[in-house]
C-alpha cells in the first residue's frame, strides 16, 4: 500500500514558479515509479513528467526546460519545480505511483491546485 500527499500548489502571476511536493507513505520508496499529472477543466489528464526508480526523468514537451522532477529517497518525498509558469499550466495536479514500468499507475494523491493568472 503507498499512500500520496500532495502540496504546494497555489496562484501565481504568470512567469512566477512553484514547487509541488508528493509525501509518500511506504516501506519501499526506492522501488517504485512515481509520475506528476494533471488535469485541467474540460480537458483530459496528461502526463507532466515521470521518474523511474533509477532516476530517469521523462518530461511533457510542454514543461521542458521549465519544470524540474526530483525525490528525496531519505525524506520519501518526490518534488516538482515549476518555473517560468504560463496560464496554460493551470490545472489540478496529481502525484501517482507504480510498482512496474509496464504496469498503469494505480497510486494516486487527491491533487493540488495551480492556477496561473495572466
Known amino acids: 500500500q503507498v499512500d500520496l500527499v500532495e502540496s504546494g500548489g497555489g496562484s501565481v502571476q504568470s512567469g512566477g514558479s512553484l514547487i509541488l511536493s508528493c509525501r509518500v507513505s511506504t516501506q519501499t520508496y526506492s522501488k517504485y515509479n512515481f509520475g506528476w499529472f494533471r488535469q485541467a477543466p474540460g480537458k483530459e489528464r496528461e502526463a507532466v513528467a515521470t521518474i523511474n526508480k533509477f532516476g530517469d526523468t521523462v518530461y511533457a514537451e510542454s514543461v521542458k526546460g521549465r519544470f524540474t522532477f526530483s525525490q528525496d529517497t531519505e525524506k520519501n518525498v518526490a518534488s516538482l519545480e515549476m518555473n517560468s509558469l504560463k496560464s496554460g499550466d493551470t490545472a489540478i495536479y496529481y502525484c501517482?505511483?507504480?510498482?512496474?514500468?509496464?504496469?498503469?499507475?494505480?497510486?494516486w494523491g487527491q491533487g493540488t491546485q495551480v492556477t496561473v493568472s495572466p
Open positions: 501517482a505511483a507504480k510498482w512496474a514500468w509496464w504496469e498503469d499507475y494505480g497510486y
